[in-house]
């Protein structure tokens, strides 16, 4: 299994990138992994956002589609793509340590 090291911490990932065991993920973490997917750095909309698709994934067992992110997260579709291009929640997911959710290609 291939690993990545985020705040000095070794973490095992997938082949895409996504953490295999979300419980290794820190908060420290995810500035790291949106630089290395170029994000850039991380707003108070975007923390809103990771920190949703985290709560989801510990409610549901999975982080929510596009659709639903962008009706129950407080950030709005046009925004969500501003700030995590290239696919807003297998982008998020990744940066909250989440596995890639049901429906992303």
Not at 2 to 24: H, K, L, N
Not at 75 to 93: D, M, T
């Amino acid at each position: 299994m291939p690993t990545r090291t985020y705040a000095d911490i070794e973490v095992e990932v997938d082949a895409e990138g996504f953490f295999t065991d979300p419980s290794t993920w820190q908060e420290g973490m995810a500035p790291e992994i949106a630089r290395e997917a170029g994000v850039g750095e991380l707003t108070d909309r975007h923390w809103q956002v990771i920190k949703f698709m985290r709560h989801q994934y510990e409610e549901s067992g999975s982080g929510p589609t596009v659709r639903v992110l962008g009706k129950t997260s407080g950030v709005g579709i046009k925004e969500l793509y501003q700030l995590f291009p290239r696919g807003p929640a297998k982008l998020a997911a990744r940066i909250a340590g989440i596995p890639k959710p049901r429906g992303c290609i």
